[in-house]
């Protein structure tokens, strides 16, 4: 089993920069790609920008040049750097893990961290 926390939200400014952190507990090693993704009041969860165990990162076109997806494999930590920030991207934001092939094949889902970005 693995427990993912995420943390950083909050609210920003239009043009604004935020850094939303996710933590891995449990059996962080069995995860492989991750990603961060969102979900708005009415909207369907949509993902951001994922990245592959061995760091190989996308992003969907909206946040492209603004936002950057990291990880730390040592700590089993997941970051995602928000900058000049929009009022459409006021979102719930989630991190999730994939299981590494080998493992029983599941996705791990962290409770999410609010965004909010308003002047």
């Known amino acids: 089993q693995v427990q993912l926390v995420e943390s950083g939200g909050g609210l920003a400014q239009p043009g604004g920069s935020l850094r939303l952190s996710c933590a891995a507990f449990g059996n962080p090693f069995i995860i492989d790609d991750m990603g961060w993704y969102r979900q708005a009041p009415g909207k369907q969860r949509e993902v951001v920008a994922t990245i592959t165990r061995g760091g190989t990162t996308n992003y969907t076109d909206s946040v492209k040049g603004r936002f950057a997806i990291s990880r730390d494999n040592i700590n089993y930590r997941l970051y995602l750097q928000m900058n000049n920030l929009k009022p459409e991207d006021t979102a719930a934001y989630y991190c999730?893990?994939?299981?590494?092939?080998?493992?029983?094949?599941?996705?791990?889902w962290g409770r999410g961290t609010q965004v909010t970005v308003s002047s």
């Open positions: 999730k893990g994939d299981s590494r092939p080998g493992f029983l094949p599941r996705e791990y």
